[in-house]
């Protein structure tokens, strides 16, 4: 068997994780990642390029990608303008076939890690039209009646953040893997692979900070990975002490820049009440 | 071997299909994993699972293959919430209540029959002394751990409106997946679609494109235009548990149909009436409720509102302050109602209730009132009519 993926070095993998990229990566079928945003659905494809040395082509979908669109495009109003002009390219339609993202996969070299971020931005029946073309690796081009076929199977990473359901028999053909937000342990070791000169107690005070605010109730959106480790490279480059966030029962309890940890205007208004409220009764 | 988790799974009603096991099976031959039960744990997970909201039940049958235990009470015990068992208080009774059982034959009646029927449930379950127990510090809160649901209000005999606390239960969200059947209910949902170019100009406007070629002398004058969306909004209530049980079938669907046929939706859950305060989650009901003012705030006069509920419940509920069977409500639910309506014109109520009834009950009188007539049972005939209500 080919090397294993197991994480780089900036990225940590959990050992659940591991399992579902190897087996993926094995019995070359897609695999669907999902999770809370900022938990790392797409770097996790960026990461594995690096850590397997591997080209990586990405697919990102927006609301209006068409499948068709990651096969070919038949420009025909570039080929009717052209023959207004008289131009000789005219003749030959396959001037005028555009390759897509998986057209692009699969006359690749060597075996590609394609990126299909984001699928559920798609329109209901995006999956659905991939189907086949995910199954045997192969679509037909109706203009020059040509097979386009996989010189080989390139391992498809999927990201979604659950905005749709997925058609079930596309999810037959993936392999599933949901990213849990970390616990303290494996957040620890997701920011010190980030910032490996930070001080533990910064880490430590910044991590119960982060968690305390992650479980008030209501929060409209909780603050993920990723923005804890914007907060973080703040306070490292604000330069502010550790002892500065524990200050929690003093007329200063409002963690210095929570700004890159709520998002929301709700969000940061709950925040304040909540902490006012705790201010006035630690006061009494 | 396998197989007999394999069945376990399916019949844990987790949707696997023999193709994943084959996959499952694949992997295994491939020796992807070094033999470790983690390994094998995340293996199958990733394999079989394509939903985190799966990953619990997926759990409880891994385990219980393990073990080669069949389902134990101790587990169904674990998902009573713990809050009920902390605060017994919360369930006591009010004179009012009291007279209400009073008049359903005696609140020590009930209460036998209630323990009578939970042994019967405890026999089937074997070695169920952890449930007299329970049921001894606390049987009021009772209805809800029991899964299979003893009802007490069944002592009336079909008259739905009876004892308040009781009907505590734990809600389960709605499943939006429940596709079968749901397709009469999109084709009448369809009826609402409002097409507008919104967005890029991305298709070619073939009429405006020849007629300005034609002007241009012939030479070719591209003319784009954006493509046709549904630019419909839908706000969607559901009143949930309780007396809406039967119901939940024909809910979900509706909510599955709507879910895939409008963009921009948004829904709300409430319990038998509309007060200051809806929820998103069950789950969370409890902790992490939207305040009613919010939503009617946030959202603008041209969303479309769907009521949905049977409209089944004591008059009281709707039209008196502290009339919630749940809480404390400052200001009545027709109150609530009525401002909400104020503001979104467009809002109509299905009522899952076999329209025949609907004349004998009296809440269901006060509501038409409030949505002045705007109520349509839930059928695809009474969604086709609701939509076309909703269109004017």
Not at chain 1, 5 to 19: I, Q
Not at chain 1, 159 to 187: G, Q, V, W
Not at chain 2, 344 to 369: C, T
Request: aromatic content about 10%; proline content about 4%.
């Amino acid at each position: 068997m080919s090397e294993k993926f197991t994480g780089s070095e900036k990225y940590v993998a959990t050992e659940d994780l591991m399992v579902a990229v190897n087996a993926a990566v094995t019995l070359e079928k897609p695999l669907l990642v999902k999770g809370e945003p900022g938990t790392g659905k797409t770097m996790l494809a960026e990461e594995m390029a690096r850590a397997l040395g591997k080209p990586l082509i990405e697919w990102h979908i927006k609301s209006t990608t068409k499948a068709t669109q990651g096969l070919y495009e038949y420009d025909a109003v570039a080929r009717l303008r052209d023959s207004q002009l008289g131009d000789e390219k005219v003749n030959d339609i396959s001037n005028y076939i555009v390759k897509g993202k998986l057209w692009e996969t699969f006359i690749s070299k060597e075996q590609p890690i394609l990126l299909i971020d984001e699928i559920d931005k798609a329109d209901v029946e995006f999956p659905n039209d991939l189907l086949r073309e995910l199954d045997r690796m192969e679509f037909f081009v109706y203009e020059t009646k040509k097979l386009i076929k996989a010189n080989n199977k390139p391992i498809i990473i999927i990201t979604s953040n659950n905005e749709k359901e997925l058609p079930d028999a596309f999810l037959r053909r993936c392999f599933f893997h949901y990213i849990a937000f970390p616990d303290k342990e494996t957040m620890i070791e997701i920011i010190s692979v980030h910032f490996p000169k930070i001080k533990k107690k910064l880490i430590n005070e910044a991590l119960e900070c982060f968690f305390e605010l992650r479980e008030i109730p209501g929060l409209k959106k909780k603050p993920t990975t990723s923005e804890l480790l914007d907060w973080i490279k703040l306070l490292i480059a604000e330069d502010i002490p550790p002892d500065a966030l524990r200050e929690k029962d003093t007329q200063k309890a409002i963690p210095k820049l929570y700004g890159a940890l709520l998002k929301n205007e709700q969000d940061m208004h709950l925040f304040e009440r909540l902490v006012f409220l705790s201010r006035r009764n630690s006061a009494n | 071997m396998l197989t007999k988790f394999f069945d376990n799974l399916r019949h844990a009603d987790i949707p696997v299909s023999i193709t994943e096991f084959l996959t499952l099976l694949r992997a295994l031959e491939k020796n992807i994993i070094s033999i470790n039960l983690d390994n094998f744990y995340y293996l199958a997970r990733s394999c079989l699972i394509k939903d985190e909201k799966h990953f619990d039940r997926f759990d409880i049958v891994f385990s219980n293959y393990l073990e080669g235990n069949e389902f134990t009470i101790e587990k169904i015990l674990e998902s009573i919430p713990q809050e009920w068992l902390d605060n017994p208080e919360h369930l006591q009774l009010s004179k009012e209540e009291k007279e209400l059982i009073e008049s359903l034959g005696g609140l020590e009646k009930l209460l036998e029959e209630f323990k009578k029927r939970l042994e019967e449930q405890t026999k089937k379950h074997k070695g169920g002394n952890k449930w007299i127990g329970t049921a001894g510090r606390s049987p009021f809160g009772n209805k809800g751990f029991n899964p299979e649901g003893i009802k007490i209000g069944d002592h009336t005999n079909g008259q739905k409106t009876a004892v308040k606390v009781w009907d505590r239960r734990v809600y389960k969200n709605l499943d939006e997946n429940v596709e079968l059947g749901t397709r009469n209910i999109k084709v009448a949902l369809r009826q609402l679609r409002r097409l507008a170019r919104q967005g890029v100009k991305d298709k070619l406007d073939l009429d405006t494109t020849i007629s300005s070629t034609a002007k241009n002398g012939g030479f070719l004058d591209l003319k784009l235009e954006a493509e046709k969306t549904n630019s419909i909004k839908v706000l969607l209530f559901f009143d949930i548990g309780g007396s809406m049980d039967p119901y939940i079938r024909l809910t979900e669907q509706l909510f599955s149909a709507a879910k895939s046929e409008f963009k921009y939706l948004e829904y709300y859950y409430f319990h038998n009436f509309i007060y200051e305060s809806l929820w998103k989650d069950n789950n969370m009901r409890m902790n992490s409720r939207v305040p009613t003012a919010e939503v009617i705030n946030t959202y603008n006069s041209t969303y479309k509102l769907f009521f949905v509920g049977d409209a089944t419940m004591s008059p009281y509920e709707i039209g008196s302050i502290g009339g919630s069977v749940e809480h404390w409500n400052e200001e009545a639910g027709a109150t609530w109602v009525s401002r909400i309506l104020n503001n979104f014109p467009k809002a109509v109520w299905l009522n899952p209730q076999p329209i025949q009834y609907w004349n004998s009950i009296q809440s269901i009188a006060m509501i038409r009132e409030l949505f002045s007539e705007r109520m349509f049972p839930l059928t695809t005939d009474g969604i086709t009519n609701a939509v076309n209500n909703l269109r004017r």
